[in-house]
């Protein structure tokens, strides 16, 4: 899985899990959750009497997700109008309300 850290808009669906994000410019609609999870800050990189922060929460989903006609498995409309699709991690942090691409296999 190649990692990044690009911002990104994401529009959450009816449970609250992520439903489409928009990546470079490109619109991608999720098909599957494939995971979600919470990861707490990095308690381990603490110094010895300094305070860290382990409310600092973010929330991540690993996501399927397509775009173009085909983003739901249809039927492909025209001949070379191909479907795009990958796994994408999302996170979402608490502490500043921001979403990050932070992974994709394609």
Same mark, same amino acid.
């Given at each position: 899985?190649? &990692?990044?850290?690009?911002?990104?808009?994401?529009?959450?669906?009816?449970?609250?899990? @992520?439903?489409?994000?928009?990546?470079?410019?490109?619109?991608?609609?999720?098909?599957?959750v494939v995971a979600h999870w919470?990861?707490?800050? @990095?308690?381990? &990189?603490?110094?010895h009497g300094a305070a860290t922060?382990?409310?600092?929460?973010?929330?991540?989903?690993?996501?399927?997700? /397509?775009?173009?006609?085909?983003?739901?498995?249809?039927?492909?409309?025209?001949? /070379?109008?191909?479907?795009?699709?990958?796994?994408?991690?999302?996170?979402?942090?608490?502490?500043? /309300?921001?979403?990050?691409?932070?992974?994709? &296999?394609?």
């Amino acid at each position: 899985m190649r &990692q990044y850290d690009d911002p990104v808009e994401v529009r959450r669906g009816e449970a609250e899990d @992520p439903d489409q994000f928009l990546w470079r410019g490109r619109l991608w609609k999720v098909r599957a959750v494939v995971a979600h999870w919470v990861e707490t800050g @990095p308690w381990w &990189q603490g110094t010895h009497g300094a305070a860290t922060d382990l409310l600092a929460e973010r929330e991540l989903w690993r996501v399927e997700a /397509g775009r173009g006609p085909g983003a739901r498995r249809a039927a492909r409309a025209v001949a /070379g109008d191909e479907e795009t699709f990958g796994v994408f991690d999302l996170s979402f942090d608490w502490t500043d /309300g921001r979403w990050q691409l932070v992974g994709c &296999q394609d």
